[in-house]
């Protein structure tokens, strides 16, 4: 498929464009059910497959366009799309509330995995913040910083493991507070282990073709149009390859897996920080850190903010807000709001 502008034209890209997101967005679908049957049937829990499995998967196809933006030489669009996807993907979870009306999802979610991820995600943001205002070094291209990146994030999930295992905080249970337990399997019930994972696989598979047909066509589109990398990157391509992230998102929570809602966003979240990692190693101009520009450094600040904000809701867990959304989610919207003006 060509993606000369001048062959297909904006309508032919526009649409292209469509089809990569409806495909992310039916396979992101139907992964997170079989996420959701993998946590019971191996007793992981929700908290951790949701960070690792969930998490890593939905986040194939953002990978995909990050590091083939990163390897093409353009670094705003890999930067804008990682750092976008995590803004967009916090602001998921407050479109998950609203969806849930039992109680506030921060109430009935609560729990030490997911606050644990939370505390993890707001570490790693931290990284290319300090790297960009720290000295410009790199060894065969590659800044320390994504080293840190990639130690800081396995050492988090080997503590989250850790923690599950030993755990030395509770939330306090609620008749609102929706536990971790098996839920019945339905039409999966009849998939043996290996058909299981073998239809995960797939359907990550699928996942990576559409997220580096996104990359591609992010580029053209931005090409055709005259907009800025970033605002492609930060807003279309972001968008777009999180659009796994939201559907699991609703999925999960009406099958009533609110743990794997949270944690399977959260988990991606830190996931997706493994994208300037992945990035910084396939752009070959030296540290990509070194090319963050000022919306881009916004960001980060603002979605460490978000992060924070959700941090807290899942600590002081109001049962029920104005309009039946907690004030946490709503306050991490209008932040969001302020992430896409300031991208635009």
Not at 50 to 79: D, E, K
Not at 85 to 110: C, M, P, S, W
Request: neutral net charge; proline residues 3%; without cysteine.
């Amino acid at each position: 498929m060509s993606l000369d502008p001048s062959t297909l034209g904006i309508g032919g890209l526009v649409l292209w464009f469509a089809v990569a997101a409806l495909t992310i967005g039916l396979a992101g679908t139907a992964i997170a059910r079989l996420a959701d049957v993998i946590a019971d049937r191996t007793g992981l829990g929700e908290a951790i497959v949701g960070a690792v499995l969930l998490g890593g998967a939905t986040s194939l196809s953002g990978i995909v366009t990050s590091v083939t933006a990163a390897w093409q030489g353009h670094p705003s669009l890999a930067i804008s799309n990682a750092m976008g996807g995590i803004a967009i993907q916090t602001a998921f979870l407050a479109v998950a509330d609203i969806t849930y009306r039992k109680a506030n999802l921060e109430h009935a979610a609560a729990s030490l995995g997911n606050v644990s991820q939370a505390a993890l995600l707001v570490i790693l943001l931290g990284v290319p913040l300090a790297a960009l205002f720290g000295p410009n070094v790199a060894a065969w291209g590659v800044h320390p910083a994504s080293l840190v990146i990639v130690v800081v994030y396995l050492g988090g999930l080997r503590l989250l493991g850790q923690a599950r295992r030993r755990p030395m905080w509770f939330p306090r249970s609620t008749t609102q507070t929706v536990a971790d337990v098996a839920q019945p399997e339905g039409t999966t019930a009849t998939l043996s282990n290996a058909r299981l994972y073998l239809g995960f696989a797939l359907l990550a598979g699928v996942l990576v073709v559409a997220g580096y047909a996104v990359s591609q066509l992010g580029l053209a589109i931005a090409d055709a149009t005259g907009l800025a990398q970033t605002t492609v990157g930060g807003l279309l391509t972001a968008g777009v390859t999180s659009l796994p992230e939201l559907v699991t998102t609703i999925a999960a929570v009406h099958r009533g897996a609110l743990t794997l809602a949270v944690g399977g966003l959260i988990g991606g979240n830190a996931f997706d920080m493994l994208f300037l990692a992945l990035s910084d190693v396939a752009y070959r101009e030296g540290s990509i850190y070194h090319r963050f520009n000022v919306q881009e450094a916004f960001v980060v600040a603002m979605t460490i903010m978000m992060t924070g904000t959700l941090l807290l809701g899942l600590l002081r867990r109001q049962r029920h807000g104005v309009a039946r959304i907690g004030f946490e989610s709503a306050l991490i919207l209008v932040f969001y709001a302020l992430v896409v003006a300031v991208i635009l």
